[in-house]
């Protein structure tokens, strides 16, 4: 297949590139190449001739269009969007622009470009959101597809906002859609300003491990490469339509991410005291969703769909990766916003 990727130069897309190309297929790379994006993160794939780099902005209408007629994709897979949620506080704006008049905006490329093609019943739009649009749960209870909306960050109603469009120009429009709610993700090229980086790397640096309030917000883990995995599953088993829930079935609570990351460290890099002594327990995030957790029974179910690794097992690749690439994350470091407490104020 044929396929164009936004965001592929962000977190999640550049492992959904990697595995797309190595699975033989052809991949568009459509970024705008934001503060969170790294070229590095695909230049495992840049000189294959199985992929194409394409330097544009989703909201940009003439560029969506050209991009689509050049290259001529069989499947859209959307994931670029502003994505973290305390700059989502600061700045809800730029959430707003992107992840909502962007997502319409290719939408509206997308149908325009199908239209032209004969609508061909093969064409797909997967939409790749979170399972943050359906709000905090409490103690018990998992999220299914059929749980209503009821996102609680300007990031999380920015995604919902994105999620109803791709609905709607299914319904409305016939646009073969299928879309897909994914739970916390960690692992190589996490941008370093996102919970799991920033533990290691302040540990290694010696600085404090800011943890944000008591630390028991419990998130439901998968590592990236699987997501991508289950990612490219929907893309070509996925029924027209219909969406699924991507989860590792790996509850914790941020404290114990952050114990485990610590006890990995003192193995792998030991120094003379343990690297817990460097928590530090920070205010919270205003509005800090308590608890996620995702019931990915359809996507096992009907689509045979398994993550490759525990929680423990990622954590300590993911651990490895940051030790063995510190080229990579110092490079990031200098970006704008890296290192501060975003996000603080409501
Ligand atoms: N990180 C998670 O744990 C998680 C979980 C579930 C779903 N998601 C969703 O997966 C997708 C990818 O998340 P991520 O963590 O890789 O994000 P990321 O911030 O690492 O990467 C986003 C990429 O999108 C690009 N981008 C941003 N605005 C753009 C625009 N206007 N035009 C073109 N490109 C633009 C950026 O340059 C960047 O390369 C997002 O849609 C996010 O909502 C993320």
Redesign the pocket.
Known sequence: MKLLV?????????AVVRQAVAQGHHVVN?????????LDNVASVGNSPFYAFEE????DWDAMVRILDTHQPDAIM???????VDRSIDGPGEFI???VT?TYTLLEAARRYWDAQGKPEGFRFHH?????VFGSLGETGQFTETTPYDPRSP?SAS?AASDHLVRAWGETYGLPIVLT??????GPF??PE?LVPVVIINALEGKDIPVYGQGVNVRDW?YVED?ADALLTVLQKGELGRSYNIGGENEARNIDIVTTICGILDDKRPKSSPYAEQITYVTDRPGHDMRYAIDPTRIATELGWRPSVTLEQGLEKTVQWYLDNEDWWRALQARSGVGERLGKTG
């Open positions: 936004t965001g592929g130069a962000g977190f999640i897309g550049s459509v970024d705008k190449l934001t503060y969170a994006a790294c544009a902005d989703i909201c959307h994931l670029a969007a502003e994505s973290h622009h992107t992840n962007g790749i959101s979170t399972d943050e990031y995604k709610n994914c739970s916390n993700n960690y996490h941008f996102k998968l997501h």
